[in-house]
Structure formats: C-alpha cells, structure tokens
C-alpha cells in the first residue's frame, strides 16, 4: 500500500493551498480516509477524515476554513485550505484505512509553511 501526499508549501497567511493524497495497492479500494498534522513540538492530530461515503468531520481549529474531499475512482483525497493562519504550519500526513482488511496506513507527509 502506497500514500503519496503532495501540494504543501511556503504561504502567506490568509493564502490558501490543496492538498492532495493519491492512495494505490489495497485490493479493495480503502475506507475513511483522513488528515493529520503535527506542529513543531506538537503531538500528530487529527485535522480532517471522509468516510467512503462522503461524510465528514473536522477538528474545531478548520472549521470552516478547510474542505477534505475525495474521489473514490481514483483513490485521491484532497484537502482545500483556505485562511491559512501560521498555526496551520506543520507536517501534514494523510491516513486511509484498507478497506476489507481494516488496517491503516499513513503517507509520508507533505510540509505547509505559514508565514505571518
């Protein structure tokens, strides 16, 4: 199983960037899907996951200003993120769950930078 993360970068703040997480290799497609980040001296957490099916959640600090999505044909899952604020700055990983076989697996994260 491969998750390839990509689209992070160096942006303004209030700037916006998409994320994208392309996902190959699990037989059965994959299940819920998510995003995580981890600051500088942070602990990793959970900024946004979809199920198969489309619903969503979302930690309280994106509400509103960050949008996860996916296409089911091609294994991608994308996350818009708009109003970027410098706290958004860290190491974005993106997670899925192989569907049938229940196990989890992570990409290798995708660096945003926000600058004040």
């Known amino acids: 199983v491969q998750l390839q993360a990509s689209g992070g970068g160096l942006v303004q703040a209030g700037g916006s960037l998409r994320l994208s997480c392309a996902a190959s290799g699990s037989r059965f497609g994959f299940g819920d899907m998510g995003w995580y980040r981890q600051g500088p001296g942070k602990q990793r957490e959970l900024v946004a996951r979809?199920?198969?099916?489309?619903?969503?959640n979302y930690a309280d600090s994106v509400k509103g200003r960050f949008t996860i999505s996916r296409d089911n044909a091609k294994n991608t899952m994308y996350l818009q993120m708009n109003s970027l604020k410098p706290e958004d700055t860290a190491l974005y990983y993106c997670?899925?769950?192989?569907?049938?076989?229940?196990?989890?697996?992570w990409g290798q994260g995708t660096l945003v930078t926000v600058s004040s």
């Open positions: 997670n899925a769950i192989m569907a049938g076989l229940g196990v989890s697996a």
């Open positions: 979809i199920t198969s099916g489309g619903s969503t």
